[in-house]
């Protein structure tokens, strides 16, 4: 067995599994974005959100077979919870991303104009989920092989959604200032933007499972 044991092979197809649903939740991301920047434009994006649907059921159908993976290892692999917990964490956040692209979507199929100032909220907290995804794809790639990267990763994830906090105040503020009289429009941004806000919120979460895993690399080494 080239002097493996059976416990590293199964943890080398843990990683490679997680990394490819990372890499999955990625092409969930890419369709939010692509939403978000067609907001003060006039393309119709159900043509974008309609791409949505594939990477989403992908990552879904995926998820169950490492989730059934798991269950055989049994008692064989340590740390199995903290795996469980990204991967569902990562098909989570694909159901926030997708509940936030089809309330945006909605809102411009219904002819509701976006204030620019809310679109910009938008896309900053877009900038922040980005730069968060980036982090843990990059964390989880580097787990293995150089857990105190995957540290510095994990950190700046806590960062960004410090960050995001920010932005969500400000964002609600603005919203219920500027659409108080606009009850339709105020709720269906309000849902955007907490879903936008939990997907952040979502990604902290899973970078400290990752941190407790890194941690755990680091101490063995």
Not at 182 to 192: H, R, S, T, W
């Amino acid at each position: 067995m080239c002097g493996y044991s059976n416990e590293s092979i199964a943890e080398m197809n843990i990683h490679e599994n997680l990394v490819n649903l990372a890499r999955m939740a990625g092409d969930v991301l890419r369709v939010f974005v692509d939403i978000v920047n067609s907001m003060p434009g006039e393309v119709d994006p159900s043509k974008i959100y309609g791409k949505i649907i594939e990477p989403k059921s992908r990552i879904e159908e995926n998820k169950l077979l490492f989730m059934e993976y798991l269950a055989r290892l049994g008692d064989a692999i340590s740390y199995k919870q903290n795996y469980a917990s990204i991967a569902l964490g990562l098909e989570r956040l694909t159901q926030l991303l997708d509940g936030a692209s089809y309330r945006l979507t909605l809102l411009k199929q219904k002819k509701y104009s976006i204030d620019d100032e809310i679109c910009d909220f938008i896309k900053q907290f877009t900038g922040i989920i980005e730069e968060q995804y980036r982090n843990l794809l990059e964390g989880l790639k580097k787990l293995r092989s150089d857990p105190k990267k995957t540290l510095m990763n994990v950190n700046e994830i806590t960062k960004l959604e410090n960050r995001a906090d920010e932005v969500y105040r400000n964002a609600t503020f603005t919203l219920y200032t500027k659409l108080s009289e606009q009850i339709i429009p105020l709720m269906v941004l309000k849902d955007a933007i907490d879903f936008i806000e939990n997907a952040s919120d979502l990604l902290k979460s899973v970078g400290e499972e990752l941190r407790y895993l890194a941690l755990h690399k680091v101490a063995l080494t």
